[in-house]
Every structure is written in C-alpha cells, then in structure tokens.
C-alpha cells in the first residue's frame, strides 16, 4: 500500500468518526426531543440515528487503525 493509500485511509477514517460523532449527538437531541414532546416518531428516529453515528464512528476508527498498522509495518 502506498502512503497516499494509508494516508487517504487514514483521513476517511478521521471524517467517518468526525461524522458519526455528529450523527449520534443529532440521534440524541432527537431522541430527547421527542421523549419531551411525547413524538415517538422523532424520538425513534433519534434512536436509529444513534445507532448509526456509533457505528459509522466505529468505522473510521478501524479505518484510522488500519492505515497506522500499515504504516508501522
């Protein structure tokens, strides 16, 4: 792999967390939001929301974790 490829790896990984970070607090406001209004809609909608930022920033921390491991090698 060359480093431009470890290195783009690298940075998707650091915008797929940054990304999923920001998918989860959205799911969270959401989610209170609709606890509060009594909107089980919303508040669902913020549960999967959630649900996807965390998986989305546990991506790009595999992402991230990939591209250091190749350049450690």
Do not use: F, I, P, W
Not at 52 to 57: H, I, Q, W
């Amino acid at each position: 792999m060359t480093d431009r490829n470890r290195d783009d790896l690298t940075q998707r990984g650091t915008e797929n967390s940054a990304e999923g970070k920001m998918d989860h607090a959205k799911g969270h406001v959401k989610d209170a939001v609709g606890g509060l209004t009594g909107d089980k809609s919303l508040q669902a909608e913020g549960k999967v929301d959630q649900l996807k930022g965390k998986a989305k920033d546990k991506l790009g921390e595999v992402q991230r974790d990939l591209g250091r491991d190749r350049d450690a090698r």
